[in-house]
């Protein structure tokens, strides 16, 4: 390869080391490249890769420049984002190195947030599967098609622990657990980075949004987050800590204040405890414009920000233009260094170095890749069974579902028939008319056997302005009839119906950035659909489509099956049916709490206990609601099968541990109903007397298990002190001896107990 020849040995040639030499990161051959590659950078040059550009294509936040070419050209570019297609791909990267002087590569970034174009079901839903293993290949699915088409970065997993269903962006994560939380994040890391970052078939992931960033207050989007030290560790930081151990790439920084100290201009949390604590050895890229964003924050001006965000440990200023257009400013008035520009630098040229990009500008530009590797059969098959492990069971009274394949089903509601809103929010490279509709999806699952009747029934919602607000990036809906015919068409193919399965809920942007709610409901005007369909009398299935947990009480008393569908991705309509229709059982799990009013968010089951807890509702001084109870709707971990499971009694092989002992806890489960079904078997732990209060549960163990009907099998789990540790008020991580509770069960609230004593 001609350009890599020329580039390399110009580099490797310059012997003459400035002040920018490493420290040594443990790969001599990588670093005698970096250090003589930026002994010949200008300093402006050195800026230049800590500069992430917009590319004109999406522009959101605070964003202004554009123009990127002569930028490249310039050496002011290290990277791009969200830009798709090879060929694009490939003429931008050819600029970089053929056309800027040191013709340093381009790191090429998307939000492959779940899947490609080959589109897995949003984080959420994924998380319900509880399937690590499914997890895994799905990152390394979405890398594969995404290397195959120019991609080397991707900015996921995306790991933010959130208790409020009002904030949009629930549906981007896994929920409300942390030690779920971080084995999510560890199966992402593994299966976007394999075992080598070298491979070309691997990308860098970047796990987000460092740090906090699903706590803001009133659960409303870049809001304020305020949280003691104890409540972090204990509660939010172990997804990204995991994510670090796993050896993610990069991280990027989050939108709001931590410590009243905006993410990406906070030290301690950049340097102190990413880097010091956690030893995190890659580059940190910003949140879409947060360095300029530190300005209405009240940090200072653009310069003040950008040398704040520099010394506390950012590398790369995605959009902002803070970077390129203030360092050497401030570097002149000695508000930073030298030093501390070239730390920025080199990590961002590590990156480029272990994707291979230095070697092979070109590597993940194969147009052959692109054509033969994005969107194929396999990586569908794959897509379709993992979306229907997602979906949960929430209610099945007289086992309505699964449906037969025979006489009329009216599929009725707002997104029975809608292609793009299949993919679901952060879907950047989906191609959504390749992806089949619901209706499709019931027309080819029942073939001649069955006739499906449709009709929308209504729109997402009366208020025309939330519907477009709503539906953004082409995924308008809006029918012009009125409320009032649509209903009627609605009640008149109900009527000629056998049973109705209504499709609703929220349309993809209904949830995800910008989509904060402050009313959980089914939107209005469904609500009102379903509540007429309900007076024909027929049966209704009702599946809920949704990027966060929907208060649904009316629907849990009136509607006797609901199935939480999420947004399921390219393959959703068909694994959708695959469980309707009884192909497949069932077997996704709750992995966030859903509520029955606003009122009571946040709302998650390993809270603390308090001095008054409520025993019972409603206790006159204890802490509950004189209008609702504390309960959610459904609980974390919650999720019906086809099929029934029977637990046996808990059994534990001793009653005291050592400091360096270990307790099994066991358990025999039995499928005791008709279908071959799967179980998520859950383990959770109280630590009953602390030296700080302790939650009044928490999950330290699961395990899928797939059992035909009638068969039984002893699940095990094993404790050790390791597993019982927490962050005290020191923030150190102990284990203190006393009394333990362990906990197995189907869910968070249904549980056997049995206790041991830590000596
Ligand atoms: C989002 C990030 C995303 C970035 C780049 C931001 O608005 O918060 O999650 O990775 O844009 O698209």
């Known amino acids: 390869m001609k350009i890599k020849n020329l580039f390399i040995s110009a580099a490797v040639a310059l012997t003459a080391l400035t002040a920018c030499q490493s420290s040594g990161s443990g790969d001599a051959e990588m670093d005698k490249f970096i250090d003589d590659l930026m002994g010949q950078m200008t300093l402006h040059e050195k800026i230049g890769q800590l500069n992430l550009p917009v590319t004109g294509e999406i522009v959101t936040g605070q964003a202004k420049s554009s123009d990127v070419a002569e930028k490249i050209k310039n050496g002011e570019v290290g990277g791009l984002f969200n830009l798709k297609g090879v060929e694009r791909i490939r003429d931008v990267q050819r600029v970089a190195v053929e056309e800027s002087r040191l013709h340093i590569p381009l790191i090429f970034g998307m939000d492959v947030v779940h899947g490609y174009e080959t589109v897995f079901p949003i984080p959420l839903a994924l998380s319900c599967s509880w399937d690590m293993a499914a997890i895994e290949k799905s990152a390394e699915i979405a890398a594969c098609e995404a290397s195959a088409d120019g991609i080397c970065w991707t900015f996921s997993p995306m790991v933010d622990i959130c208790r409020d269903q009002r904030w949009g962006r629930v549906s981007e994560g896994s929920g409300e657990d942390p030690f779920l939380g971080a084995a999510i994040a560890r199966a992402m890391v593994k299966g976007y980075q394999g075992e080598n970052l070298q491979d070309s078939t691997t990308i860098m992931a970047c796990v987000k949004h460092f740090a906090l960033y699903g706590a803001p207050e009133a659960g409303r989007d870049y809001n304020t987050v305020d949280m003691s030290r104890v409540s972090m560790f204990n509660g939010y930081f172990e997804p990204y800590k995991a994510a670090v151990e796993a050896g993610v790439g990069s991280v990027m920084s989050s939108f709001n204040v931590v410590d009243g100290v905006p993410a ?119 897509a379709r069974d993992i979306a229907a492990e997602t979906f949960v069971l929430l209610k099945n009274e007289g086992n309505i579902l699964p449906l037969k394949r025979k006489g009329r089903i009216a599929l009725i509601g707002p997104l029975a028939d809608t292609q793009a809103n299949m993919p679901g929010t952060w879907s950047v490279a989906a ?329």
């Open 264 to 382: 990406t201009g906070n030290k301690w949390l950049m340097t102190d405890l990413l880097r010091d604590l956690w030893g995190f050895d890659g580059f940190v890229v910003t949140d879409y414009t947060a360095i300029a964003e530190m300005i209405d924050h009240g940090m200072g001006d653009l310069q003040e920000v950008s040398a704040l965000a520099l010394k506390a440990g950012t590398d790369m200023d995605m959009v902002a233009d803070g970077f390129i257009g203030t360092l050497e400013k401030s570097l002149e008035e000695g508000k930073i260094t030298e030093e501390d520009i070239n730390k920025a630098c080199r990590r961002i040229l590590e990156a480029k170095y272990k994707l291979g990009l230095f070697a092979d500008p070109y590597k993940y530009c194969n147009v052959e890749r692109a054509k033969n590797e994005i969107f194929t059969p396999e990586n569908r098959a794959i």
């Open 431 to 759: 191609v959504a008319d390749r992806y089949k509709s619901l209706l499709k999806g019931f027309q080819d699952a029942v073939g001649n056997n069955a006739e499906i009747l449709y009709a929308k029934g209504s729109n997402l919602c009366y208020d025309e302005t939330l519907e477009a607000n709503a539906t953004m990036f082409g995924r308008e809906m809006r029918d012009k009839r009125s409320a009032e015919a649509m209903r009627a068409e609605a009640l008149q193919v109900a009527m000629r119906a056998d049973v109705i399965v209504f499709a609703g809920g929220e349309s993809s942007e209904f949830s995800g950035e910008c989509s904060s709610r402050a009313y959980l409901e089914l939107p209005d005007a469904q609500l009102d659909l379903l509540k007429a369909l309900k007076k024909t009398g027929k049966p209704i299935v009702m599946l809920n489509f949704a990027g966060r947990g929907t208060v649904m009480n009316w629907e849990n008393e009136n509607i006797p099956a609901i199935l939480q569908v999420w947004f399921g991705g390219s393959e959703a309509a068909d694994a959708i049916c695959d469980v309707v229709f009884g192909d497949k059982s069932p077997s996704g799990k709750l992995t966030t709490s859903f509520p029955k009013a606003v009122g009571q968010l946040p709302l998650y089951y390993n809270h603390l206990n308090t001095g008054r807890p409520a025993e019972k509702w409603f206790s006159k001084f204890r802490s509950n609601y004189l209008d609702v109870d504390n309960d959610p709707l459904y609980p974390f971990g919650y999720g019906l099968s086809y099929t029934t499971f029977t637990y046996g009694e808990l059994a534990l092989d001793a009653t005291t541990m050592d400091q360096n002992g270990k307790i099994t806890a066991s358990v025999t489960v039995t499928n005791s109903g008709k279908y071959d079904a799967t179980e998520v078997v859950q383990l959770y732990i109280r630590d009953l007397v602390g030296s700080i209060s302790r939650p009044v549960k928490e999950l330290k163990g699961f395990e899928r298990i797939s059992l035909k009907a009638g068969e039984s099998r002893n699940v095990q789990f094993e404790i050790t002190p390791e597993l019982l540790k927490f962050y005290n008020a020191e923030l150190k991580h102990v284990c203190e001896p006393g009394e333990f509770q362990v906990m197995v069960g189907g869910d968070s609230k249904n549980v056997q107990t049995a206790t041991f004593t830590l000596n």
